[in-house]
Each structure stands twice: as structure tokens, then as C-alpha cells.
């Protein structure tokens, strides 16, 4: 009995041994054992047993049949309680581990900064001349698609746009993003344009349709 069917069908060849199908039950029990030799077969070995099931009578035992022991309900409690002590213990160690795992990281991870101070990428650049309360500081990293830009600013007039370029030798420039201004909030952002550092002579920041730089750092000395 390997078909879906023979699975669905073997559950009732017991009742239907024991003549307790109904009707539409039985009728497709039937029909179904007349395509299937193994279900047959099976129903032939059960219909024995059905036939002497009624002839037994509980009465006539000599004995009363054996009752659980009174300790059983303690045993599966304890059993159950066991287990799950096991569980929370096991629990706890996976979390104690984890812990571990991490503080021993975050420990290592200081450890290595302490050894090897961390620098920011790229080569700093020096802004000349800020107009009075601006504050502006970036670095600057050649990379094989061109440059990229690192870039602090405060100061600048809150909610004012500001775009970012590269300048050429020839004074024709090439934007490389832009940003609103923070005001006395410092403003971080990383951009990026696709000039080599090798063909730009200035980092510049100016207002949009204004070729005034508000801010410019040569690159080259």
C-alpha cells in the first residue's frame, strides 16, 4: 500500500472488519478493493481477528487488569521537569557563549585600535580663506574610477544648497555632488567624480549658478 488511496483506505479495513463503516464508506472501501490486491490482502488477515474480538468478555478475567503505578505521575513530571532544566541550562550556555564571543571581540577590537590607531582614507586637503564662522575640513582619494571626496562643513548658512566640484587646469570644473547646508550643525558627506586626482588642481564648494568659490583647497603644491 504505497498510493495515496491505500493510505486513506487502510484506516477503515479495520472497521470494516468489524462491520462498523457506514453505507457510503463502505461502498467505496469496496470499490476500492476490488483494484487493489494489497488492501485485499491486508482485509484477509485482519477478518480473523475481527471475528473472535466479540467473543472476548471482560468479565471472566481472573484478574483485574494491571493499573499504572502510583509513581507514574511523579516520573513524568520529574522526567518533564529535567527537561526542561536541561533546556534553560542550555540556554543560558548558548547565551553565555555568545557573550563571551562577543565581549572577546569588542575587547580584541579595542585592543587592535589601541595598537594600530585608525586614520581616515585619502590625503587631507587644506582649505584657504573660509568666509568668517565657516568651518571646513576634506579628504581627498585617488581611486580607478576617478576621486573620492570626503567632506566636513559648518557654518554655512542652514537650508542653503551648495555643490561640490573638482577643478581642471584649464578652470572648467566637474561636479561631484551637492548638499544642504547645517548651519552651526556639521554637515559629513562622502562624494565622488569620475576626474583623476592627477587632472584636478582644486577642490572648490560655491552656490548653485554662482562660479564664486565659497570654499577651495588647492591639490597640488
Known sequence: MTSDRCRQMHTLLGMYALGRLDDHEAVALR???????????????????????????????????????PALP?????????????????????????AVT????LTGGFFLRTLVPSSPPGQPV???????????SARVENRAWGTGISLDVTG???????????QRPDGSRMNAGSFIAGGDRKMSMNLAVALPMSDATMLGVSAPGDDTAILQAPLHS
Open 31 to 69: 470499490a476500492h478493493l476490488d483494484g487493489c490486491p494489497d488492501c485485499r490482502a491486508e482485509l484477509i488477515e485482519l477478518t480473523p481477528v475481527a471475528s473472535v474480538l466479540g467473543q472476548a468478555d471482560p468479565d471472566r478475567l481472573l484478574e483485574p487488569p494491571p493499573a499504572p503505578s
Open 74 to 98: 511523579g516520573t513524568i513530571l520529574a522526567t518533564l521537569d529535567r527537561e526542561r532544566s536541561r533546556q534553560r541550562h542550555r540556554r543560558i550556555a548558548v547565551v553565555a557563549a555568545a
Open 102 to 105: 562577543a565581549l572577546g571581540l
Open 126 to 136: 587644506a582649505f584657504t580663506a573660509p568666509a568668517p564662522g565657516v568651518e571646513a
Open 156 to 166: 554655512l548658512p542652514q537650508g542653503s544648497t551648495y555643490n561640490v566640484w573638482l
